[in-house]
């Protein structure tokens, strides 16, 4: 049973992705998902709904309510529902002073946040390496009680890092075969994926079947595959990858952003972006990451075409003829972000984003894309995009790293050109 | 009670935003939601979770399960709770025969689909003008009981359309008096917001309690007030309004960058920023709005030093003798950046924000920002954050955005130099 508690969820303040989130992976693991359950920050009602949960299933996961405030109530409700007291833990207490101050003010910290150092008594805490809320697991009956922080950054984390090895010895005897396939599809719309997956599964004549779930992230989508057996899965996985392309479909699951930082710190090289449309996205996606000033020289974001022409030296005449978005443009625009940056590799982006601007010659999702070494390689492709501005952005940003890809590792780009959907 | 049926939800394949939308619509028509359930397409827990909602609350919604297929289930179990049978709907199926072939060809309708002509016996059908599903809604002791198809497409113009008028008249008795005051809250930790809202609390000495909510956002927090008078309300909210300042109290929910758009495009005014630790975060949030183009002229993100020097003409000397994070560095990168790209308002952001980096001088969290217009006017403010890489990074770009409104509107910013927390 999941629990997710939270009047703003109630009131439809914010939107619950825990439900995907984690009714997709415990799925994965061979657990199935009785009921998911929403309430308010009220204690009575939480309470009755988590007793609830805990006579009817062998896990229950409440999500939200860790906060430091007095509308935070999970850690309250869980241990009356245990039938135990809150036991105030000093390894949390430190690692919550050193989350505030680098360890050396407590007094820097507010008294609220002591509450956050509280869980049930026997309780294992989980810790959080994205915020203030620790975590906490423990026996309840029969059954195991996990709580979770709601911000979907600390509790996803949280839940892969600890929670699942926690489940997989279960999950294992339940499932013992139970093979996991997780990789990630890029570019490609969901619809699309799940119409390949169906035939696929249809054109296999072995018995048993595999089964699939799919998370989207902002850069791509997770598939799982389950159920059958390890060839079978694998079988799927490649016609997959045949149907789609081997640059769309990979065989892990890694933000694209950080595949080619990788490779770019491996090789010693350097990046730069010049973006139009994206608007700074690529800059912020490569430099959310710690350690990118190790690879990242720098961006310019050439809104508006006189900074295309100031900025990025890209001829007026050349915009006036061809238009911003353009091999024209985009090739003027690499060539022009390599002299200013110095970096070895330079990108650039320019597309039209929507919602206005589109044309029939050129309309919204239209993108093309310029990468550049200082050695001279040059690959320069156009997309054609769907979707909303954001996700004509997100695309966009996701196009521009799979060209920085394969310009640096040679790989074939021609999958590129013909994007499925 | 909101009860979602479909074991795709269950299983995480798809996210469920149907407790979102008829949340928020429920509680602008006064009437609390007391809980969202998902159930998979199981009969035997379908019936039961209904059987218990229509219990507890005066109204449920069931969304989803209403398909023509074996696993739709919502018919069925909605009219064995009602304790009614299911009852073939002439209209309904002419409905269903026009919407497949324009009224002409019976013959061209899967047999499946007659399923979706019936509906409990008594109930109203509520007519899907987007689909094929009808909804329906009807009595069930003292209790309301609603239908809804899945899809969101059919789901929200159904329940706008025709059920809100259902529900209004009862809910306006209901709700008379319920307040509600919606803020945001600007670079201020939760906790430091909620010992602030508690000490305000017990001064004030009127009865009735004022209640809070608060969401944590990316770039703000969004406070909401409900509970006591219209007047205490008020007071605590004016009482916050001094205690963090007026700054950083802000009477509507509203994003920073939002706010920041509307002056510069009211005042036909345009922006450009020059960015090192956020690394084109603040380009990338003003570029999400669209329509950005007519206030956004672009942004040089110079990460590397180097580029500090080459784009925005930072002289080599000033970082080899301030560092890059200093009043004397921001100056000169926002004055670059003015004469780089000719906005009229240019704002620059220095910062460590960490993992690495940090000095006891210059500590994780220190920020510089200087904002500048082509008229002359000129402001300079360092700020010391905490938190995460990505939470510097993020208060980092509110701070920007605050100073460039400062900037703007004359308003005092020296509210700013002293943060909360």
Same mark, same amino acid.
């Given at each position: 049973v999941?629990?997710?508690?939270?009047?703003?969820?109630?009131?439809?303040v914010?939107?619950?992705?825990?439900f995907?989130?984690l009714? %997709?992976?415990?799925?994965a693991?061979?657990?199935?998902?009785?009921?998911? $359950?929403?309430?308010?920050?009220?204690?009575?009602?939480?309470?009755?709904?988590?007793? @609830?949960?805990?006579?009817?299933?062998?896990?229950v996961?409440?999500?939200?309510?860790?906060? *430091?405030?007095?509308?935070?109530?999970? !850690?309250? $409700?869980?241990?009356?529902?245990?039938? &135990?007291?809150?036991?105030?833990?000093?390894?949390?207490?430190?690692?919550?002073?050193e989350?505030?101050?680098?360890?050396?003010l407590?007094a820097g910290?507010?008294?609220?946040?002591?509450?956050q150092a509280?869980?049930?008594?026997?309780?294992?805490a #989980?810790?959080?390496?994205r915020?203030?809320?620790?975590?906490?697991?423990g026996?309840?009956?029969? %059954?195991l009680? $996990?709580?979770?922080?709601?911000?979907?950054?600390?509790? =996803?984390?949280?839940?892969l890092?600890? /929670?699942?090895?926690?489940l997989?010895?279960?999950?294992?005897?339940?499932?013992?075969g139970?093979? $996991?396939?997780?990789?990630? /599809?890029?570019?490609?719309?969901?619809?699309? #994926?799940?119409?390949?997956?169906?035939r #696929?599964r249809?054109e296999?004549?072995?018995?048993?079947?595999?089964?699939?779930?799919?998370?989207?992230?902002?850069?791509r989508?997770?598939?799982?595959?389950?159920?059958?057996?390890?060839?079978?899965?694998?079988? @799927?996985?490649?016609?997959?990858?045949?149907?789609?392309? *081997?640059?769309?479909? !990979?065989?892990?699951d890694?933000?694209?952003?950080?595949?080619l930082?990788?490779?770019?710190?491996?090789?010693?090289?350097?990046?730069?972006?010049?973006?139009?449309?994206?608007?700074?996205?690529l800059?912020?996606?490569?430099?959310?990451?710690?350690?990118?000033?190790?690879?990242?020289?720098?961006?310019?974001?050439?809104?508006?075409?006189?900074?295309?022409?100031?900025?990025?030296? &890209? *001829?007026?005449?050349l915009?006036?003829?061809?238009?911003? &978005?353009?091999?024209?443009?985009? =090739?003027? @625009?690499?060539?022009?972000?390599?002299?200013?940056?110095?970096s070895?590799?330079?990108?650039a982006?320019?597309?039209?984003?929507? *919602?206005?601007?589109?044309?029939?010659e050129?309309p /919204?999702?239209?993108?093309?894309?310029?990468?550049?070494?200082?050695?001279?390689?040059?690959?320069?492709?156009?997309?054609?995009?769907?979707?909303?501005?954001?996700m004509? !952005?997100?695309?966009?940003? &996701?196009?521009?790293?799979?060209?920085?890809?394969?310009?640096?590792?040679?790989?074939?780009?021609?999958?590129?050109?013909?994007l499925?959907?």
């Open positions: 999941l629990l997710a508690v939270g009047t703003e969820l109630s009131e439809g914010i939107l619950n992705t825990h995907r989130f009714g %997709s992976a415990l799925q693991l061979g657990i199935s998902v009785l009921k998911g $359950v929403q309430v308010p920050d009220e204690a009575g009602l939480f309470e009755a709904e988590l007793r @609830m949960s805990l006579d009817q299933a062998d896990l996961i409440v999500t939200g309510g860790l906060g *430091p405030t007095s509308d935070d109530l999970t !850690r309250e $409700v869980a241990a009356r529902a245990a039938g &135990v007291s809150l036991e105030f833990r000093d390894e949390l207490w430190r690692q919550l002073l989350r505030y101050a680098g360890g050396t407590a910290i507010p008294a609220s946040n002591r509450k509280y869980i049930p008594a026997g309780f294992d #989980l810790a959080n390496s915020g203030t809320a620790p975590g906490f697991c026996a309840v009956g029969k %059954s009680l $996990v709580a979770l922080p709601g911000p979907p950054a600390e509790l =996803e984390p949280m839940f890092e600890q /929670v699942v090895a926690r997989a010895p279960g999950a294992g005897q339940e499932g013992t139970q093979e $996991v396939l997780v990789g990630n /599809v890029l570019l490609s719309p969901e619809s699309v #994926l799940e119409e390949t997956l169906q #696929l249809r296999d004549l072995q018995e048993g079947e595999v089964r699939w779930g799919t998370r989207v992230a902002d850069d989508i997770v598939l799982t595959l389950r159920g059958g057996s390890k060839q079978q899965q694998e079988r @799927m996985f490649r016609g997959l990858c045949e149907e789609l392309g *081997p640059l769309l479909v !990979r065989r892990a890694e933000r694209p952003v950080e595949r930082f990788e490779i770019l710190r491996t090789r010693g090289l350097t990046v730069s972006f010049a973006e139009s449309c994206t608007g700074g996205l800059c912020k996606l490569i430099t959310d990451l710690p350690g990118s000033s190790q690879v990242f020289r720098g961006g310019i974001v050439a809104y508006d075409n006189e900074l295309k022409t100031r900025l990025l030296k &890209v *001829p007026k005449a915009l006036g003829r061809y238009g911003a &978005v353009s091999r024209e443009a985009a =090739e003027a @625009m690499s060539a022009g972000l390599l002299s200013a940056t110095h070895t590799l330079g990108v982006v320019t597309c039209i984003a929507g *919602p206005a601007g589109g044309t029939e050129k /919204v999702g239209t993108v093309w894309i310029s990468g550049r070494t200082a050695s001279g390689l040059h690959l320069c492709i156009d997309f054609h995009l769907r979707g909303s501005r954001d004509v !952005r997100r695309r966009s940003a &996701v196009a521009a790293l799979l060209v920085a890809e394969c310009l640096l590792t040679g790989a074939d780009a021609s999958g590129l050109r013909q499925p959907g």
